[in-house]
């Protein structure tokens, strides 16, 4: 069974950084990516990462954020940067299996910006 594991949330003043990982059971994964739902809002998608390391921002993370995997060690990460309080949300991990329309989803990890 695939298992996306999230870690590295947690709560950081305005300005501050996180880095968020995900550990993927094995499997070949063709995108993965980050996305992210607060209270009351849609979940949407934060940044992407093909296999091949094309990467694909929302507008409002775009020189903030970066993404990164390492194919070995099946492995996203999401490096995040001045922090806004906006940012707060759970963040959700994201990849989808390579040759077909299967996608999985990790559980979640909250990340929290006081101002």
């Known amino acids: 069974q695939v298992q996306l594991v999230e870690s590295g949330g947690g709560l950081v003043q305005a300005g501050g950084s996180l880095r968020l990982s995900c550990a993927a059971s094995?499997?070949?994964?063709?995108?993965m990516g980050w996305y992210r739902q607060a209270p009351g809002k849609q979940r949407e998608l934060v940044a992407a990462?093909?296999?091949?390391?094309?990467?694909n921002y929302a507008d409002f993370v775009k020189g903030r954020f970066t993404i990164s995997r390492d194919n070995f060690r099946n492995t996203v990460y999401l490096q995040m940067n001045s922090l806004k309080p906006e940012d707060t949300a759970v963040y959700y991990c994201?990849?989808?299996?390579?040759?077909?329309?299967?996608?999985?989803w990790g559980q979640g990890t909250q990340v929290t910006v006081s101002s």
């Open positions: 990462i093909t296999r091949g390391g094309i990467t």
């Open positions: 994201n990849a989808d299996q390579m040759g077909t329309t299967k996608t999985f």
């Open positions: 094995e499997m070949i994964f063709s995108n």
